[in-house]
């Protein structure tokens, strides 16, 4: 029996750019945004579960790629993700990725999808879910500072899960907050174009700081934030950066994803490796506490972990399929006897 | 300027399992596995420039997933391959993979290629310029005892690579050596069916083992084994799968890739974990000394080691990129500005 055509199981879903942005626009951003975060909370919840192994990351002169894989026991995920600040100057992405599932019982991948747009989403649902859990009761307004990649998706994300109505937008290159301001016109958000960041945090409870320097920055000093608001740091995500200054961690409840990663990555590797933080996923089960006061500081130390990547790649594979929006990719080799891969190739040698 | 294309960089050449055969045919089977033992033997004799992380595994009750990165400095490679034993009574491969190459310099990934096939041919091609350097000299006859998914890639790579002219073939199960003779039947070996071990080597000079019990099996036993003969030994090559006995490897040289991992899943782990054992790549380079007399037993104890699947994948880059043979895939994210991600989503949405 010759069989040249591949099996289902040897044909692994692939969503490519443009699949994952039909996807986005057939859901629809913000229902997409309130799934994410949905899938994300749910595997928060059952943090024991997965196999938290580090990334594995291999340094460069100019960057770092990694892999980050993680398990729940009956799927397998990684994401490959790579960050080259420099890239920007000859028209790159800083960063780009991709991720995989498979099937833990038979180790054949089951979802191969593009992660560069998919990442975006996910660190953006990821925040909004974190400040559902501590920002201030109806919080209303937003300070975005730093308008590249990351903040449309921020706003959004914080519009559709936290109820967010206004983003005040600062950024160093005035560029960026005209990109960032056009591309919320249409948003339902009131947009705010700021010429500071003291300008932009005023009446804000939530504070999101995203910016890009890899070096020790300090976006926002300690003068700057008053008691009650909520800071969703985003930009201090791997060694040697970071954008808050240390006064401003010594007055906030500090919250992280998986405490041995973000010492290293996050904020807090400007402070005493015992400072004490509070895991996300047991705020979430309500072994611990969040926002217990008005007038206490929040902060989400944000530097992104694998079972984020996990939910959303989960939250895709049960998209894609519903939508149809992927390519079968032929990414497996499928003999019709497991033994007889030699007569599979020669076979399409005949053929 | 509103694109939609996805540039030349954001599109990353894959190499489906159709692909691969189509290549391995316009290439020609021996051709590209002497094609691909040169590559290897590049790569072994540059070893110190390569990024030696061990495999990141993830365990589970029927089979592991393992992450196989490297990087010589300018390209990046990893394997994604599982190992699952029970899986070939379902119908499926006990083992897949897929490998990728990144430009270390930007992160951007340049290569996407199935590996379930090339795996089998960078394992034979290992073989081969191994033996190469330790078999006897004017080795015509090899004992196959194993006769599944390896043993044709085994037995073609010895003859194109070392000049074997004979293969004797012996599995436990005699529909495996049908299988594998039938397979063989227009190489150009003359191949001999056997019924048993013992048979199979009489008059062999290297002895290929190959089986693919996940236990301490004994394939060998001790006086089974002359002197003189290279024993390339595949088939152990995790923690509990063994397949010789350990009398034959104290009287064996051993020759490994990586002692680190070998002595972890290789033939080794039976012995003292301070066995002398030589580092293949310091023969090749003239460090260290082969074969050194007639009446010596050499054993190869492979296991597979990431360099060789870069080794593969940079020689898979060239052939495709020379034969055309691959799809452009739309892997990555790629927006006119880079900063402006959330644009391009938008623009894909009014298109």
Redo the contacts between chains.
């Keep these: 029996m010759t069989k040249l055509k591949?099996s289902d199981?040897?044909l692994v879903p692939?969503v490519?750019?443009?699949h994952m942005?039909?996807l986005?626009?057939t859901v629809g951003l913000e229902p997409m945004m309130q799934g994410l975060a949905e899938c994300i909370e749910t595997d928060f919840k059952r943090w024991e579960v997965f196999?938290k192994?580090p990334r594995?990351a291999?340094h460069?002169a100019?960057?770092?790629?990694e892999?980050m894989?993680t398990?729940d026991?009956e799927v397998?995920g990684?994401k490959?993700v790579?960050?080259?600040p420099d890239?920007?100057k000859?028209?790159?992405?800083?960063v780009?990725a991709?991720g995989?599932l498979?099937d833990?019982?038979?180790?054949?991948?089951v979802l191969l999808s593009?992660m560069?747009?998919l990442t975006?989403m996910r660190t953006a649902a990821t925040s909004a879910l974190v400040a559902r859990y501590l920002a201030p009761k109806d919080s209303k307004v937003m300070a975005m500072i730093g308008n590249?990649?990351q903040?449309?998706?921020q706003s959004i994300a914080m519009k559709a899960i936290v109820g967010i109505e206004e983003v005040r937008l600062y950024d160093i290159d005035p560029a960026?907050t005209r990109?960032c301001a056009?591309?919320l016109a249409g948003s339902g958000l009131r947009v705010v174009p700021c010429d500071s960041a003291e300008e932009a945090i005023l009446g804000a409870q939530i504070i999101t700081t995203c910016t890009a320097d890899k070096q020790y920055a300090t976006i926002l000093t300690d003068n700057m934030v008053g008691s009650g608001v909520h800071i969703n740091a985003i930009g201090g995500d791997c060694p040697g950066k970071t954008e808050l200054a240390p006064a401003i961690l010594h007055r906030s409840d500090i919250f992280v994803e998986f405490p041995e990663q973000t010492r290293i990555e996050g904020e807090i590797q400007q402070l005493d490796a015992d400072h004490p933080v509070t895991e996300l996923w047991q705020v979430m089960t309500g072994q611990a506490r969040g926002r217990t006061s008005d007038k206490q500081i929040t902060l989400f130390d944000s530097v992104g972990f694998a079972i984020e990547d996990f939910s959303a790649l989960r939250y895709v594979r049960e998209k894609a399929a519903e939508t149809q929006l992927f390519h079968p990719?032929?990414?497996?080799?499928?003999?019709d006897?497991?033994?007889?891969?030699?007569?599979?190739?020669?076979r399409?040698?005949r053929a």
């Design positions: 591949p199981k040897a692939f490519s750019v443009d942005m039909q986005i626009h196999d192994t594995v291999s460069s100019t960057g770092v790629i892999l894989p398990s026991g397998y990684f490959y790579n960050g080259h890239n920007t000859g028209g790159l992405q800083t780009t991709f995989l498979a833990v019982s038979n180790g054949y991948p593009e560069t747009i975006a590249g990649a903040s449309e998706f960026a990109k056009a591309n990719l032929d990414l497996l080799a499928d003999p006897d497991p033994r007889d891969l030699f007569g599979m190739l020669q399409a040698g």
